[in-house]
Each structure stands twice: as C-alpha cells, then as structure tokens.
C-alpha cells in the first residue's frame, strides 16, 4: 500500500463479496466448475470463517479470463495456470521495477543536493585552477653575453 489509511468499508476490486452462486452467474460458469478451479489453483477466492467462499471484482474476471482461454483459444487448465502465474509474476516485476525507479531517482535527487551543499561549501578565495594547454613551440634562450672590459 501507499502508506494511507484505508477506510475498512470501502469496496475494491479486491474486496471479497459474492458467494459461490452469484459468482457463477456473473461469470456464466457453473457453481461446481468454481470449484474445480479452486481446487486446481486456477481462481482461489477468500474464505469466511466457516470455510465459505468469497469472490471478488477480480475474482470474477478471472474467471471471465479462464473461460475464454480455455473455450475460445483452447488452452488446456494446466496451460492457463501456468499462463496465470506468469501473468502475475509479470505483475510483480513490473511493480518491482518501478520501485526501484523511484528509489534510483530519489538517490538521484540526494545526491544533486549533497552536490550542491559541497559546491556551495567551497571557499570563494581561491582561484579555481585551470589546466595550461601544452603546444609544440619551441622556446629558445640566450642569455646575454658579457661585455669585457674595454
């Protein structure tokens, strides 16, 4: 989560609240075909405490989604699982990855500040050195001879 407080009663896609038989019908499968899939890993709804199944929003797709894999595109169930770990390992990569995006660019960030404390820390006495550019001229010199003694 984000660190907020979430309101206990605010429904979500998450939210656990159609039983068995109205899952059925908003999916269009049969009750006994919910089960199957639950016992096969395919769609795991929550449970009350006396054991019942609750689906939710996303449940409900799920389904949706294992049906039309499995009807319209003729995957098998053990091909949809797979398909739906992979989906949700894709999902968590994905959420990792931008994770660490916000952590390289909050470092970033400290670092351009720390930057500019150590820029802002110089002395302004000194002169800032600047490197001579080497040529190839030659430089001949002579030194002046001695007048003798007239």
Do not use: C, F
């Not at 499968?29 to 006396?50: C, I, K, M």
């Not at 699982?81 to 990569?93: C, F, P, T």
């Amino acid at each position: 989560m984000d660190g907020r407080r979430r309101n206990p009663y605010q429904l979500t896609d998450e939210s656990p609240v159609y039983v068995i038989s109205i899952a059925a019908q908003l999916s269009g499968l049969h009750p006994q075909t919910l089960r199957q899939y639950d016992r096969l890993g395919l769609v795991s709804p929550d449970r009350t405490a006396g054991r019942g199944r609750r689906y939710s929003a996303r449940d409900i797709e799920l389904l949706r989604t294992v049906q039309q894999l499995s009807q319209d595109e003729g995957i098998n169930l053990a091909g949809i699982k797979r398909i739906i770990e992979l989906e949700n390992q894709v999902a968590a990569l994905q959420q990792r990855v931008a994770e660490l995006s916000a952590a390289v660019d909050g470092a970033a960030v400290a670092m351009q500040q720390r930057e500019a404390q150590v820029h802002a820390s110089y002395r302004r006495d000194l002169v800032p050195y600047q490197d001579v550019q080497q040529t190839s001229a030659l430089v001949v010199w002579r030194p002046k001879q001695k007048r003798s003694a007239e």
